[in-house]
């Protein structure tokens, strides 16, 4: 039996709007849109730190 909570699809996500150039929109208006920041995967984070490491460990290994 459905949860009573659920109505509809788990939500999915979003797109992004078409710039303003390309609809046919002004410059200002593309100024007005909310900037969309793109997150990392964590193994991105892993990966830097991993480097930072091995630099350091180097760098004390050559000192």
């Given at each position: 039996m459905p949860d009573a909570g659920s109505t509809g699809p788990a939500p999915t996500?979003?797109?992004l709007p078409a710039p303003a150039a390309a609809r046919g929109g002004s410059a200002s208006d593309a100024a007005r849109e909310p900037r969309v920041f793109r997150v990392l995967p964590l193994g991105v984070?892993?990966?830097l730190v991993g480097l930072g490491l091995g630099f350091l460990g180097l760098r004390l290994r050559r000192g």
């Open positions: 996500a979003t797109t984070g892993m990966v």
